[in-house]
């Protein structure tokens, strides 16, 4: 039994259990304290002073966010020399914050513009000397401004969180700043563009590397012929940029935007996740059956990829070869649909709509740079919808373009941690036994980073692990390597939770990523248009049917091996 | 980073280096102790050797720089043969000692923390040896020279350029 504290806070009485913060007891009693660098599940450090509360008992005003309760504690949350204390902390913030408020990406959805106006607070106050440090757009898909950062470190912690530490702080007092060892670009760090630091940048110091307006080029060229394809997960999101709850389905009025924004076609990724898994499960079946590299891992995460290829580089012969949907998207465009409709490839417009920042380092791979020409975060697609003046809430549903609009349920879960395991595993089992009746394996879904399960089909007995978040990666793989577990097959998924809470996702306020379990709404969402598809398993889709039929006649052919599969190399980075 | 002189470490001091991380790593906040190490057996803390102390404790590269960027006795710059130091505390200040350090960085063409590229000389700044008498002071290794003016400085410099 925990023992319980009671407190007051602001004369309301709460009772939390022992060891929490003055935070969570507010919360507990309805009460909001504004906060920076909190950051519910990843930061906790007490640096920014905006959470100052007064407390019985403590000298001075104390951080809410890391001072713990005491019985009997009474608490003031909004008394003058809160108020004042908190003020002057912003003052002081933005004496050397870059004003680009009217063009930042952040604009009305920045944490420290919406304290300045809860404050009234004007950005002159203090006319701090300018530090102008460089903007690093290296990498292929992430900006940072620190002429906008707030050094509330949200996106150090996110980043050693995942085990990586490509950035840190550097320097100290003035000069502080973050960056990567050796003030090196971030192209030269040991970055994976998992681009979690983004999603937890409460202003606009990240970004991704926006290709917005290439898009609209080619929209407007009337020589190309525009295909879009969206993600499994961004029905899930995209509709949070329009201020609608987290986990609602929005896919159908996501296919009316992007028809509204006229591009050719529309198409369903998740026809080309049904894809993957009649490779993947097929390369699965085969490597058990001869004992080649086992366990084999997934390759559907290209932040997963260069992880391994820059830290693990002996376990690249256990990655599958497939492409990932959206590079297998982009090859049978560019293959199939171009020969079937005689284009020219080159003709071809292809835009990827992805959660993801590491989507657009893996369409710039050199083994697969003609396959995908634009990968879109589902924040910059929700960008183009408000420029293009489409009231995205009142819009119709509507339904993706044939040939490629159906896809099974199976495709649909890929968007969440366990997914791509489960849709591999309800395909595998049945090419393994035809009778096979099971459709859901609980075991290997949920938010827990390691998930692990033993299943027996046709006298094969497979044992699987699922895990996501990068450090959880690595406790598996360190795992393997020392003898201590077992596996044949692993789904990585570099984000917490998977691509439902993955770097490209829309960024929400604080408030809500407080108070809100995004990684279970979003994937909620996915499962359940998972259980309202007729077809559960990709090896039942009848559009999957055709694409062999027509084209590539069986998985892992030789034609299959050519378009649909890839190569990966070693690139050690420290 | 600009290191104007390229890191060269003999076989010996990187068996000392390796002895100090593991003699050290397993205690909890080893990193300061085998920095502060590190600079002695070096003189500073070249990535080359931060890549080591990295791989070695497991931590990122990234946090050991900021460690090393943090604390200012830490120097990712080499030091020369000779290493001036010149004061800029009050007393020196006052007396013009800042002309002095001027002259010092024009007669060797690098700034105040860099070193030569021939290894030879390495300026720094510092605050106070406690011969405020003889303002303005500054020291060459443990030689001291007192009531400085910028004129004497080549003077001084080419006693040791002749002795090399």
């Known amino acids: 039994m925990q023992k319980m504290i009671n407190l007051k806070i602001n004369g309301i009485s709460v009772s939390v259990p022992e060891g929490s913060t003055i935070l969570d007891a507010a919360r507990q009693a309805n009460i909001e304290i504004p906060t920076l660098c909190y950051l519910k599940n990843v930061n906790k450090e007490g640096s920014c002073r905006m959470c100052v509360v007064e407390a019985t008992g403590a000298r001075g005003l104390v951080a809410a966010c890391v001072y713990p309760v005491a019985e009997g504690m009474e608490v003031r949350t909004n008394t003058e020399k809160c108020r004042q204390s908190r003020k002057l902390t912003l003052e002081l913030i933005l004496s050397k914050h870059k004003q680009k408020c009217l063009s930042c990406e952040r604009s009305r959805n920045c944490e420290l513009q919406r304290l300045s106006l809860g404050y009234n607070v004007d950005e002159d106050k203090f006319k701090g000397e300018d530090f102008v440090l460089p903007l690093d757009d290296s990498s292929p898909y992430i900006v940072r401004d620190n002429d906008k950062c707030i050094n509330c470190m949200r996106c150090v912690v996110a980043c050693n969180n995942q085990g990586i530490g490509a950035i840190g702080p550097i320097e100290r007092g003035f000069q502080v700043h973050v960056g990567s060892a050796f003030d090196r670009p971030l192209a030269e760090s040991p970055c994976v563009g998992c681009g979690q630091c983004v999603v937890d940048c409460p202003v606009g110091a990240l970004s991704e590397k926006s290709e917005v307006s290439k898009v609209w080029d080619a929209l407007s060229d009337p020589t190309k012929q525009v295909i879009f394809f969206t993600a499994p997960s961004i029905r899930a999101t995209l509709g949070e940029a329009f201020d609608m709850p987290v986990g609602t389905d929005v896919e159908g009025k996501m296919v009316a935007a992007i028809r509204r924004l006229n591009p050719d076609y529309v198409f369903n990724m998740d026809v080309t996740a049904d894809l993957t898994i009649m490779e993947e499960a097929t390369e699965l079946i085969k490597r058990i059956k001869t004992h080649k590299p086992l366990p084999m891992f997934t390759s559907c995460c290209p932040a997963w990829i260069k992880f391994v290829e820059q830290t693990y580089p002996e376990m690249i012969p256990n990655l599958s070869t497939c492409k990932s949907p959206q590079q297998m998207f982009g090859a049978l465009l560019k293959s199939y649909w171009a020969e079937k409709n005689g284009i020219d490839p080159a003709n071809l417009f292809v835009v990827s709509v992805i959660p993801c920042t590491a989507k657009k380092y893996e369409c710039s791979r050199e083994e697969m740079i003609e396959d995908v020409d634009v990968a879109l975060t589902t924040r910059e697609l929700a960008r183009m919808i408000k420029t293009a003046g489409i009231r995205f809430t009142d819009l119709p549903d509507e339904e993706f373009d044939n040939p490629f609009a159906t896809a099974t349920g199976a495709g649909a879960i890929f968007g969440a941690t366990g997914g791509v395991m489960e849709a591999a595993l309800r395909t595998a089992a049945k090419m393994l036994d035809g009778d096979f009746k099971v459709i859901e394996f609980p075991d290997v879904r949920g938010t827990s980073p390691i998930k692990e399960a033993t299943y027996s089909v046709a006298g094969i007995t497979i044992n699987v692990a699922v895990a996501s978040g990068l450090n959880n990666a690595r406790t598996i793989i360190e795992q393997i390597k020392s003898g201590e577990k077992k596996y044949d097959f692993i789904e990585i998924m570099s984000c917490p939770g998977g691509c439902v809470n993955g770097g490209g996702q829309p960024t929400l306020s604080d408030s809500i990523r407080n108070s809100v379990e995004l990684k279970e709404a979003r994937a909620k969402a996915l499962y359940k248009n998972d259980s309202n598809n007729d077809l559960r398993r990709s090896a039942d889709s009848p559009v999957i049917d055709v694409i062999y039929n027509d084209y590539f006649e069986f998985p892992n052919s030789h034609k299959a091996h050519k378009i649909l599969h890839t190569s990966y190399k070693a690139n050690k980075i420290i | ?164």
Do not use: W
């Not at chain 2, 460690?67 to 830490?74: A, E, I, K």
């Not at chain 2, 004061?87 to 000692?97: I, P, R, S």
């Open chain 2, 1 to 164: 980073m600009n290191n104007n002189a390229k890191f060269c470490a003999t076989e010996e001091q990187l068996s000392k280096l390796n002895a100090v991380i593991e003699e050290s790593k397993s205690v909890p906040g080893c990193l300061m102790h085998i920095l502060q190490e590190a600079q002695g057996i070096f003189g500073y803390l070249p990535i080359e050797v931060q890549t080591i102390i990295a791989e070695k404790l497991n931590v990122s590269l990234s946090e050991v720089y900021g460690v090393v960027t943090f604390y200012s006795q830490f120097s990712l710059q080499p030091k020369g043969k000779y290493r001036i130091s010149m004061c800029l505390g009050t007393a020196c200040y006052v007396k013009g000692a800042d002309k002095v350090l001027e002259e010092i960085e024009k007669q060797l063409g690098i700034k105040c923390g860099e070193c030569t590229p021939d290894g030879l000389f390495s300026v720094d700044s510092c605050r106070c040896v406690g011969a405020c008498g003889l303002a303005p002071v500054m020291m060459i290794n443990d030689d001291v020279y007192g009531k400085l003016t910028p004129d004497m400085i080549k003077g001084i410099l080419d006693k040791y350029r002749e002795v090399k």
